[in-house]
């Protein structure tokens, strides 16, 4: 739909729909958010390409103009008042990834406005299965220095060639006169930076201008949004409102709106396409969702951390343990992509002394507090099935022991400070094969995988190693990272593994990010360096990745990773080489 007065001769018919608790006054705010929207799609798709690569620096300055307001606000919003050491988070999940996000679709864009392919001078070859796979990252001389040792590849759907690839990038950017009509956003509630990039995707990947409901946890956000997107508001591109469930609802109902994107969970999805109740089990007998109109979602699940055993170093556990503790306690566990499961191998010589570890740094992470709605009784529901965890401050540590049942643990994403672990049996190729099944099998949802592996087991798996990676049925896995390296990497992209429908919907459906705008992705991969610097030298690490990252700064054991967050930030503000200077030194001592 392009017409600006579509949804005012929808109105009536919204307004019958509209649910129980949401006023008149609120039904005609969001009307005229909705019609506001129609009338943008008009000035979008009259926009060359150069303009609106003109637009995203505009926005990018704004956002830029935001970004201390935007870091402190949330900081706040999640009581990490202060110098609270892991402040920092905000840093890099908000303001760091928008900034990140634009400059890439600015290249993008900018690409496309000139004749050039947005995979002109990029690496496209095969991975396992005659995919084709694009080395997405690093794409800049300072991302290599900055990042070194962190490479990203994205992999598209079997079938697709690297002319294919090449053909279909740019997706809708490649018919910018083409409108997708108004989309809702449906944002999230727990990473600041979630809902905006989604306006992006939107507004680029599909040629839609976008309502964004932003969740009420982060209402205190909105002044911030507002000003940060400016520029897409003035001229009707972007309308951000706030709301709870009557709101949702009564948008996700609206005639005027041609898509809905969420990023929740999947009680939240089923509710949006099937209803509650009797009713919505009718309609998945009758096979007659409520929702006539498409989505996509992201919706979480629960992430593996599979650990290849191999011969590791007492600084290699050390490391990794905490490795291991960032990518659950990152955000108090309150993320999508925190990892829940460690699976380990039942024969693996290290396997105590590596639990000894982990249990040592979930004890010492810095404490904070459990902020997310619901987490309290999704712990208590954690504690109910596993009465002999280890209580460690304000988080759990299940281990999963000779007869106990691994169920509830493996199929609930507990959004909270809860870690477990697995075994499996095995060493080598063999457990590598069977902790892909297991997590592939056992586990609920498909939206990330981590794997450690030291660099001598890898060379001595070789093919065996790149075969397992390809059976990982995972949107984003890591290797030696962590997924959430992924999700702020914008030319990488997020989404579940392809396959998931609205009948069984998973981790979710669609991708977004992906600022290189490619088409048919199957997956995104990670890979980092398994020692730190300066253990990842070449004399000390044995074939590994070299890095010059001493911890990095994600990590919640990081002494300096508040100030090098921010400090990163800035760099990525103003490019600022002193500042930069400044940040490295702090980041020496982390």
């Known amino acids: 739909m392009t017409s600006a007065t579509t949804p005012h001769s929808a109105v009536k018919t919204a307004e019958k729909s509209a649910v129980s608790g949401l006023g008149d006054g609120e039904r005609e705010r969001l009307d005229a958010a909705v019609a506001d929207l129609h009338a943008g799609t008009s000035v979008w798709t009259a ?131 083409v409108s997708g009509g108004v989309g809702l956003v449906l944002g999230a509630g727990n990473i600041t930076s979630i809902p905006v990039l989604d306006v992006l995707y939107e507004l680029l990947a599909h040629n839609r201008t976008a309502l964004l409901k932003v969740n009420p946890t982060q209402d205190a956000l909105v002044p911030v949004y507002k000003r940060a997107f400016a520029p897409l508001i003035e001229i009707g591109l972007l309308r951000i409102v706030r709301g709870g469930p009557a709101a949702g609802a009564y948008l996700t109902g609206h005639p005027g709106l041609s898509h809905v994107h969420i990023t929740g969970s999947a009680a939240t999805f089923d509710a949006i396409v099937w209803g509650t109740g009797a009713a919505a089990k009718r309609r998945r007998r009758e096979g007659r969702p409520q929702l006539k109109k498409p989505i996509t979602a992201e919706l979480g699940g629960v992430s593996p951390i599979i650990v290849v055993p191999g011969e590791w170093t007492d600084a290699d556990i050390t490391y990794q343990a905490e490795h291991i503790v960032t990518m659950r306690l990152q955000n108090g566990g309150h993320n999508c992509i925190a990892g829940q499961v460690v699976i380990l191998s039942s024969d693996w010589a290290q396997a105590d002394a590596f639990r000894a570890a982990l249990r ?45 049942d691994p169920e509830a643990l493996q199929r609930t ?24 099944a297991h997590a592939n099998e056992k586990l609920q949802g498909t939206l990330g995988a981590n794997l450690l592996i030291d660099p ?14 390809a059976n990982l049925r995972y949107g984003s896995i890591a290797i030696n990272g962590w997924t959430a390296f992924g999700f702020i990497t914008p030319t990488m992209t997020w989404g579940a593994f392809p396959g998931s429908t609205i009948d069984d919907v998973g981790s979710g459906i669609g991708v977004v990010h992906n600022a290189l705008l490619l088409d048919r992705v199957e997956r995104s991969v990670i890979r980092g360096p398994f020692r730190p610097f300066p253990r990842s030298l070449p004399v000390a690490n044995g074939g590994g990745r070299l890095t010059i990252l001493p911890k990095p700064p994600w990590f919640v054991s990081a002494r300096t990773g508040a100030e090098v967050s921010e400090g990163l930030t800035r760099f990525r503000v103003d490019g600022r080489m002193l500042g930069l200077a400044q940040t490295l030194l702090k980041a020496l001592r982390a």
């Not at 208590?380 to 000779?402: S, T, W």
């Open 47 to 177: 926009l060359t390409l150069a303009q609106r690569a003109t637009l995203l620096r505009a926005v990018r300055a704004s956002v830029a103009a935001v970004a201390e307001d935007w870091a402190t606000t949330a900081a706040a919003s999640k009581s990490l008042e202060g110098r609270h050491p892991l402040r920092g988070e905000e840093w890099l999940s908000g303001p760091y990834s928008v900034l990140g996000a634009l400059d890439a679709y600015i290249e993008t864009v900018s690409r496309l406005a000139s004749g050039t392919n947005p995979l002109e001078g990029v690496r496209i070859d095969r991975a396992p299965g005659g995919r084709t796979r694009v080395h997405a990252f690093p794409l800049t001389g300072i991302d290599r220095f900055l990042l070194s040792g962190f490479t990203g590849e994205v992999w598209l759907e079997p079938g697709v060639t690297p002319n294919g690839a090449r053909a279909g990038a740019g997706l809708a950017q490649r018919t910018p006169q």
């Open 360 to 404: 040592r740094a979930y004890a010492k992470a810095p404490e904070r507090p459990v902020w997310y709605p619901g987490s309290p009784s999704r712990m208590q529901q954690a504690a109910d099935a596993y009465p002999e965890a280890l209580v460690l401050g304000d988080r759990l540590l299940v281990e999963i022991g000779h007869g106990e």
């Open 413 to 436: 994403e507990y959004f909270a400070p809860v870690l477990g672990v697995v075994t499996v049996p095995g060493t080598g190729q063999e457990f590598l094969d069977a902790a892909v």
């Open 456 to 469: 001598a087991t890898e060379r001595a798996l070789g093919t065996g190693f790149e075969r397992a990676v």
